[in-house]
Every structure is written in C-alpha cells, then in structure tokens.
C-alpha cells in the first residue's frame, strides 16, 4: 500500500463584493473566521483560513470584493486583491447566481485574462434561482473567459462545497504543511475580536452606518479570577451622529452589540468574557495613513 502524497497551496477567493466569499470560507473550514454581513465591502483584509486534513492542506485567502476605489481605504483594499492573482495555486471566481453578470464580473474577468493561474468559476447562491437558469448563466461566463472548472455552489447552505474541494485538491501539486492541524486562521485573536465586533456594528445599525467604522482592541487581560477574560475595545466613526447611532437611546444599541460580541468571542477564547466598548469620533479616518496602519491596515504586511 502506497502512501497518499500530502498535497498543500493557496487558493484565492475573488469577486465582486457582497457574492458571498466569506461565507464560503467559512463553510470550506466548518466554523467561521471571517466576518458575514448583506453590506458590500464587508472584508477588508486578506483573512487566511487554513483548512487540514489527511490529503494535505488548503490555506484560503478571502479578499476584499472588487471595486472602484473612493478612498485610500479603498486603494488599499483593491491591492491586496491584484497582489494575490500570480502569489497563489487556484483562484475562486465567485459569482452571484441570482445577480447576473455586471460590470464588475467583467473588469475581474479582464484582469484575469493575463493570469496563468488556474481559475475556477464558482456560481454562488444556486439555492436561489431555478436549475433551468444555470447554463445560460455560465455559458455567459465561459464566453468571456476560459475556466478551469466551472462548480455551481451554495455556500450558505454547503451544496457542492465537499466537490469544490475536491477540485481544489486535484489542481494543488505536492507540498509542506504550512501550519498545524488544529490552526484555523494565522490571524491574531486581537484580530478576530475586532472583526467579530464590527460585524455586530453591520448588522444592527444596517445602513445608518455603513463601512465608515473601525474596531480598535485596546486590551485583552486575564481578570484576577482567572477565569475570565478582559476585553477593552473602541468602535471608531466619522461623525458625531455616527456615534449617536452606535450608542442608541439609553446606550440600549451599544449594550446589545456588546453582548452579541461577547457570545462570539467566549466561543473563540473558551472562557468568560467581560466586554468593555467605547466609541470615538476621528473624523475622516479613511482617508489617513496613520488611523489605516492604527486599526490594522498596514501595507507592508501584504
């Protein structure tokens, strides 16, 4: 009996923002390392999750939806995205089954041309159209670029997740395993919290405040009880009204993502946890290098 090579390497998920990437990742990997909201633009960092088991191991790399820049913020979320088409084994082109084909699938796809990458096609959210309407869907797809698989998928639901794997292990060659068995992403807990708090920020204040926030861990100790843990956090805005909103009358807003919060992070430390949150007011952050590389959006490390 022949012992099974290990096969390892990256593998890039790209698309236009809001298709579902995060989502996937979390669904490839069983539990959930990166953020998931209805807001476009949600992730803002390259999340590596890293999926282990006997054939060998996947390290994902889920980037920030494609899209125009408005903001330095943005210009920097855009290169992370460019930066990872040649670093890695496979690319993931999500597509949004119920959407149609925008202008945005377009530009990616003409970026992708010049790419010597395997890229997969992955139609997203098949739950939500009619089976009758998929092959046109990709055909409209296969026309403009020349895909090395095509998998349809729901990543909410987990339809066609085990075969999208299962191709990925196919294209990937002999390698290392990068990280331990057990480790699910390289980021930092510090990192983690934060992004688990502003997703509680997305979905409770919806659109009144979109993407001009930020989470800043100030603290992270062991009480004197030895059981639990200490986190101190501030939720960072534009505006002054901004700041109203994340409060909500009586701090009623602020108390309810607090506690959301702290349900995600006992699960990820494993232990009590008591959650201090703050909000502060820096206006026009977006748009200045010294608050992008204090909340964690540091060019170099890409």
Known sequence: MTDTPFKSGFVSLIGRPNVGKSTL???MLGQKIAIMSDKAQTTRNKIQGVYT??????????TPGIHKPKHKLGDFMMKTVTTTFNEVDVILFLVDAKEGMGRGDEFIMERLKTVRTPV????NKIDEVHPDELLPFIDKYRSKLDFQEVIP???LHGNNVETLKEQIFVNLEEGPQYYPSDQVTDHPERFLISEMIREKVLHLTRDEVPHS???DIEQIKLREDGETVYVSAVVIVERKSQKGIIIGKSGAMLKEIGKRSREDIQALLGSNVYLELFVKVEKDWRNKAKYLKDFGYREDEY
């Open 153 to 155: 998928v729901s990543a």
């Open 120 to 123: 997969f096609l992955v139609v």
């Open 53 to 62: 088991e006997e054939r060998g191991q996947v390290v994902f790399i889920d």
């Open 213 to 215: 926030i930020a989470v």
């Open 25 to 27: 990742l979390n669904q």
